[in-house]
């Protein structure tokens, strides 16, 4: 199940744009502080990526850290 993310994070990574299979994920509101948002907003802008990628790209490095340290 991480696998499709993981794909659309490679495209992130490399600049390429998420459009491609972004129907196929799955769609969820989510409340933040508004702090984190603005966080979220110039990382995104630095990065030069949406919002939704930088958000994604976190998660999967953070589960890439929790692998590392559980092997």
Known sequence: ????ILLVCQGCLSGES??????EM???KLRI??????E???AAKENMRSV?????LRLVKED???RINDF
């Open 26 to 28: 799955a769609q969820f």
């Open 52 to 56: 939704n990628a930088e958000i994604l």
């Open 18 to 23: 998420m459009v491609k299979g972004a129907r």
């Open 64 to 66: 890439y850290r929790k």
């Open 1 to 4: 199940m991480l696998k499709p």
């Open 33 to 38: 502080p508004d702090e984190l948002l603005k």
């Open 40 to 42: 979220l907003k110039q």
